[in-house]
């Protein structure tokens, strides 16, 4: 058996410090390896233009193996093995090569708006679906080869324009998450439908594991129970959602559950009250619901959200004497926090920078002592 270090893509993001990978992200290299394969076969094909096809065993006793990670971020070493009894002739593993060559040359002309088509046949864009897919904002892949003094990086955007450059595509997949109803499943065909808060509804298909979780959502409908469903959703060119692929993960939500009531709010406009009242910015509720997401525990009871004539939010708690109201503008990433004592009249009042983490903790300290105190 032959070794040799073939690739070493350098994975950047947050997910990817301290030397880890996402279990999902094998994936990514798996289909790579798929791509590489393809791409090696039309490379022989080009030297051999009196072929149709590769020949028979072309790959056979040939594979690319996860070998090691190196310092950097996560630098996953992959390497072409070939076993000691392989009839795989030597002289191939240069397709194998330029087959690599090709697939990091496609994704550096696709960073620099170049023709990617020059590097890549047209049928083999289409393994780029599945490659990346997984990727967040603010993450990339690094590619480079021995010809290359920067690296390739593959982001989330760069693959969807190498999906894109195939004209025989016209939908692509990503990973998805959306919040709906649900209006009706199909308990014979696995199958239902998830309302948006646009009215839209999304077709979807359901495996056994996650099939409660929709029927109780079902159930609920007339109540206005909401899922929160995560998985493999089809979009096409204009990046409009056409159906969910695969449910990965599907839960039941809170009534009070922030991401979904702030998606209500967006579909305010100017005018909103009365001919009066501005509509929160996209950009303001987007913020704010990171911020949640990333500062406020789940075991905390959630306030309700109310939109104000101002643009901003206006978040309420009601806990044992206590009313509490925290007034957001989501502009200005900062909050007025105002706390009523009903049976003493007591109050307080704070301003809070939301930027910051300690006004954070600060607020989650207040309702959680006043949650156990009225516990």
């Given at each position: ?19 880890s ?6 994936k ?20 051999h ?12 006793g ?14 996953p ?50 393994y ?35 999906v ?36 839209r ?7 056994a594991?996650?099939l ?6 079902f159930?609920?409908?007339?109540c ?24 990965e ?11 979904a ?114 516990a």
């Open positions: 058996m032959t070794t040799r270090p073939f690739l070493r893509p350098r994975l950047t993001g947050a997910r990817f410090e301290g030397h990978i996402p279990l999902e992200f094998l990514d290299l798996a289909v790579l390896e798929e791509m590489i394969v393809e791409v090696a076969k039309t490379e022989f094909l080009k030297d233009p009196g072929r149709k096809r590769s020949p028979r065993g072309f790959t056979e040939i594979e690319m193996k996860l070998t090691g990670l190196e310092d950097g971020s996560a630098i070493v992959i390497s072409l093995v070939v076993a000691a009894t392989s009839l795989f002739p030597p002289d191939n593993q240069a397709y194998f090569e330029r087959a690599r060559d090709s697939v990091v040359n496609a994704i550096a002309a696709a960073e620099q708006n170049q023709s990617i088509t020059d590097h890549l046949p047209e049928k083999t864009l289409s780029f679906d599945r490659i990346g897919r997984s990727l967040r904002d603010g993450e990339a892949i690094e590619f480079t080869t021995s010809t290359r003094s920067t690296p390739a990086k593959l982001t989330k955007e760069i693959r969807r324009k190498l894109l450059a195939s004209s025989k595509v016209q939908e692509l997949t990503e990973d998805t998450t959306i919040r709906g109803i649900v209006p009706e499943a199909d308990q014979e065909k696995m199958t239902f439908d998830v309302q948006l808060i646009d009215g509804r999304i077709p979807a298909t359901v495996g594991q996650h409660d979780t929709i029927i109780d959502a159930n609920g409908y007339r206005g129970s909401r899922v929160f469903l995560q998985g493999i959703g089809r979009f096409n060119r204009n990046e409009r959602l056409l159906s969910f692929d695969s449910i993960h599907a839960s039941i939500l809170d009534p009070l559950d922030i991401p009531r702030l998606d209500e709010l967006r579909t305010l406009k100017d005018g909103w009250l009365e001919g009066q009242g501005c509509a929160p910015s996209q950009e303001g509720l987007d913020w704010l619901s990171q911020a949640f997401g990333q500062h406020y525990p789940d075991e905390l009871p959630l306030p309700h959200l109310y939109p104000t004539a101002e643009g901003g939010i206006r978040a309420e708690w009601s806990i044992g004497q206590n009313e509490i109201t925290l007034e957001i503008d989501v502009g200005a990433h900062s909050g007025q926090w105002h706390r009523l004592d009903i049976d003493s009249d007591a109050d307080e009042t704070k301003t809070l920078k939301l930027d910051k983490p300690k006004d954070w903790k600060w607020l989650v300290d207040q309702v959680r002592q006043l949650t156990g105190d009225a």
